[in-house]
């Protein structure tokens, strides 16, 4: 049997900064746009959602940015996160690549999201506000919110979209202990929500319903701030934590990866770990195969349009340019809940524009198969959204079986399936489906991006 090897840091390794890839891309963003001028905005547009040291992070092109100290304190209550070899998984594949994963399961919410709540509860601390309104898909992201908020001594609001209320009642339950209160998106609590349970009162809900509802909850009060968990720069810029420990991880295996891949929801894990690597390249420094995962229900970047469009339903969102399946896309509701995003992150759309990324779908059965062969292997049971990249790397891993070549492959698992085994039981049960989706209702969703892409 092989032993898994571990590759660990010392705290003090942990990085001091974060890697913003703003400052080595060789063309600009496209700036976001007002949601009713469709005119560029500044700062002061996102003033009612959040801290201004996030709308600066938001907008910088500086290469580095200095992590708090009091921030880098909490972090190492779990990071730097361990990157192991996988050589069980390696055995079972009989394949010659060299595969290693970074583990962010390790977290106090079991994934990576805590790497951005931290500073995000810290910032509104420092700005003087007291709550935060915020969404969450699987939960995963409100759970890392509401722990963050207790550490600062803020309250929190969580809107979770409706199918995972119903399926994740143990996330609720986290959120809850957390201090946080939490309700079924689209709900009664807001305008938004309202409007659209008359409209559909039988809706299992989107990340963008339940967007439109935390924003609306935050513009409407003087001590809140709005909180979101991916998709934006500054949420990117705290995850590059991963993939610069996983440089120096990979540097004690005395290796350097020849493939990346994550799997891709709003895109923060997988720019976390990918981002400083492709820096690198675009810096003159070894080239990378980039993978981004997603799952054939959403597949926003291989079958979504690049074009502005809102971030949420009800359309209360800047526009910004993505990867987009329209922002009335409501994803069927299969189990990586934290997959079901309509959009995909800016950047991460305007790495792929540039060709620095491969994109891939997976339906769900074979990402729970791969999952299942993975904790067979290494012990640990992957989150349904993290399977994606297992798939993928699982793949990679078979190519090179084939084609002879010992390649190097780094895999993001973002986050461990403790709360998450009412699905493996369903598929165990042979009770999930690979969800179809239907190109009339793609067209339909896209039919309504706003008007700024005739422009
Ligand atoms: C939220 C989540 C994702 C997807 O979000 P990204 O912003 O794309 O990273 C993936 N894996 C886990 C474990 C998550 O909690």
Avoid at 190 to 196: K, L, P, S, V
Avoid at 222 to 242: C, F, M, P, R
Avoid at 378 to 400: F, N, Q, T
């Amino acid at each position: 049997m092989p032993a898994t090897v571990k590759y660990l840091l010392d705290e003090e390794q942990i990085p001091r900064s974060w890697y913003n890839l703003q400052a080595d891309l060789p063309e600009p963003l496209a700036p976001p746009l007002h949601p009713g001028t469709g005119e560029p905005i500044g700062p002061a547009d996102l003033e009612p959602l959040f801290p201004m040291a996030l709308i600066e992070q938001e907008v910088s092109v500086e290469r580095y940015i200095d992590i708090p100290d009091p921030v880098r304190d909490i972090y190492r209550s779990w990071r730097p996160s361990p990157l192991y070899r996988a050589r069980g998984l390696e055995a079972k594949l009989d394949t010659p690549a060299r595969i290693y994963y970074k583990y962010e399961g390790v977290s106090p919410a079991g994934s990576h999201k805590v790497n951005t709540s931290v500073p995000q509860a810290f910032y509104s601390k420092e700005a003087g506000i007291s709550r935060i309104a915020t969404e969450t898909g699987a939960g995963q992201w409100g759970s890392a919110m509401s722990y963050a908020a207790a550490l600062f001594d803020l309250t929190v609001k969580v809107y979770m979209v409706k199918v995972s209320f119903n399926q994740k009642p143990y996330r609720r339950a986290m959120m809850e202990t957390f201090g946080a209160e939490c309700v079924a998106s689209p709900s009664m609590d807001t305008e938004a929500g309202r409007a659209i349970l008359a409209a559909t009162p039988d809706t299992s809900g989107s990340l963008g319903i339940a967007i439109s509802e935390a924003v609306e909850d935050a513009v409407h009060r003087e001590d809140t701030k709005y909180a979101l968990g991916s998709v934006l720069n500054h949420v990117l810029l705290h995850q590059t934590i991963i993939g610069q420990e996983a440089e120096v991880q990979m540097e004690m295996a005395d290796d350097y990866p020849d493939i990346i891949v994550g799997c891709t929801g709003g895109g923060s894990n997988f720019a976390g770990i990918a981002f400083p690597f492709i820096g690198k390249q675009l810096r003159d420094g070894p080239q990378v195969e980039v993978i981004a995962v997603e799952p054939k229900a959403c597949p926003t970047l291989t079958r979504g349009r690049y074009a502005y469009d809102f971030g949420d339903t009800a359309h209360l969102t800047p526009m910004v340019k993505m990867h987009t399946l329209g922002s009335s896309f409501v994803p069927l509701g299969f189990h990586a809940g934290g997959l079901r995003y309509h959009g995909m992150a800016p950047l991460v759309s305007h790495v792929q524009e540039l060709g620095l990324l491969t994109p891939r779908a997976y339906h769900q059965l074979e990402c729970f198969e791969a999952a299942v062969t993975f904790a067979r292997a290494e012990g640990i049971v992957p989150a349904p959204e993290a399977s994606h990249a297992i798939k993928g790397g699982i793949d990679e891993a078979l190519r090179c079986k084939q084609d002879g070549r010992s390649r190097s492959i780094l895999i993001n698992l973002s986050g461990h399936g403790f709360f998450d085994m009412q699905a493996y039981t369903d598929y165990f049960g042979g009770k999930l489906q690979d969800g179809v989706y239907d190109d009339n209702e793609l067209a339909m969703a896209l039919s309504g991006l706003p008007s700024v892409n005739q422009a």
